[in-house]
């Protein structure tokens, strides 16, 4: 789950500071065309992966 917000901040074109299990410093550039960056869907069949689907993810 931690890659996953690492991109979301990436993709928001602010500068980053991460220092968790990768660290980051710095901007993320060009920044993708959708504001936000893109999609990012996951599939699952369990409830408990559907839930954090629903929480985290666009689809």
Known sequence: MESFRLWQVLWS??????????????QLAPTPYRPGGPRIWLGTGVPTGIERAARTFDG
Do not use: K
């Not at 074109?13 to 710095?26: A, F, K």
């Open 13 to 26: 074109g602010e500068s980053v500071s991460w220092d968790r299990r990768w660290q980051v410093e710095g």
